[in-house]
C-alpha cells in the first residue's frame, strides 16, 4: 500500500542524507587533502575542531546513517534511544580513547570472539538456506560470502598490526628486519578484503530485497467495494 511519508520518515531522510554527506564529505574527500599534508606536517594537519569532527567522520557519521535509516523505518521508540545512547557513548570513547599500550589479551579474546561470531553466522545460514528460494537465497549466499572476507581480513589484520609486520611493535620490525613492502601488501590486502567483503554484503542484501519486493507483489490483491 503506497502512501505519503510521515514526519518522521522525512527528518529520517534529511538525517541519513547528512550522515551520507558527512562520511563521503570529510571522511573521504577531505582524507584526499589531509593524509597527504599529515605525511608533511604530523598531527598538525588535522589539529583542532575540523581535524576532529574528521577523525569522527566515518564512525560517527555512520551512526547518524544508522539513526536517519531507523527513522525511515519507523522503528520503535526504545531502538532510537539505543542508537542515540550508543552515540553518545561511542563519542565519548572516542575522545577519552582505549588504552596508550598494547594489550594482547585485548587482540586475543577480540580475535575469539570474532571467530565464533562468524562461526555462529554461518551455521545460521547453513540451517536456513533450505526455507529460502529465488533471489532471496541467491542473497543469503552472497551474504554468507561476505562474512568470509571479512573474517579473512580480520585475520590479517592481525598479522598486520602483531606479527609478523609488528606495525604496533616498531621495535620488532626493525629487529626482524621486516620490509615495508610486506607492509604494504598486508594492508593493501586487507583494504581489498574488505571492499569485496561489503560489496558482496550489498549485494546480497539487494538481492534479498529485490525478492522480497516480488513476493509482495505475487500476493493476491483485495478487491476494493464499489
Do not use: H
Not at 514526519?7 to 574527500?29: C, E, R
Not at 572476507?149 to 609486520?165: E, R, Y
Request: hydrophobic content about 55%; proline content about 3%; glycine content about 12%.
Amino acid at each position: 500500500m503506497k502512501g505519503s511519508s510521515s514526519t518522521s520518515q522525512k527528518i529520517g531522510w534529511v538525517v541519513f542524507l547528512i550522515g551520507a554527506l558527512y562520511m563521503l564529505g570529510l571522511g573521504w574527500l577531505y582524507s584526499w587533502w589531509v593524509v597527504p599534508a599529515a605525511n608533511q606536517a604530523g598531527t598538525e594537519a588535522y589539529s583542532g575542531l575540523l581535524g576532529f569532527l574528521w577523525q569522527l567522520s566515518v564512525p560517527l557519521g555512520a551512526f547518524i546513517v544508522a539513526f536517519g535509516a531507523a527513522l525511515i523505518a519507523k522503528v520503535e521508540r526504545r531502538v532510537l534511544w539505543l542508537l542515540i545512547l550508543l552515540i553518545v557513548l561511542f563519542t565519548a570513547w572516542r575522545v577519552v580513547g582505549t588504552t596508550r599500550q598494547v594489550v594482547p589479551a585485548l587482540f586475543g579474546i577480540g580475535g575469539g570472539l570474532i571467530t565464533l561470531f562468524f562461526v555462529g553466522s554461518i551455521w545460521n545460514w547453513a540451517r536456513i538456506r533450505s526455507t529460502l528460494s529465488g533471489s532471496d537465497k541467491t542473497g543469503s549466499d552472497l551474504r554468507m560470502v561476505g562474512f568470509v572476507f571479512f573474517v579473512i581480513a580480520a585475520w590479517d589484520l592481525c598479522g598486520l598490526l602483531g606479527m609478523a609486520n609488528f606495525v604496533l611493535r616498531p621495535e620488532l620490525a626493525s629487529k626482524f628486519n621486516v620490509p615495508l613492502s610486506s607492509t604494504i601488501n598486508a594492508a593493501s590486502g586487507v583494504m581489498v578484503l574488505l571492499a569485496v567483503g561489503w560489496g558482496f554484503t550489498f549485494f546480497g542484501q539487494l538481492l534479498s530485497r529485490q525478492s522480497q519486493a516480488s513476493e509482495v507483489e505475487r500476493l493476491p490483491r483485495v478487491a476494493t467495494g464499489d
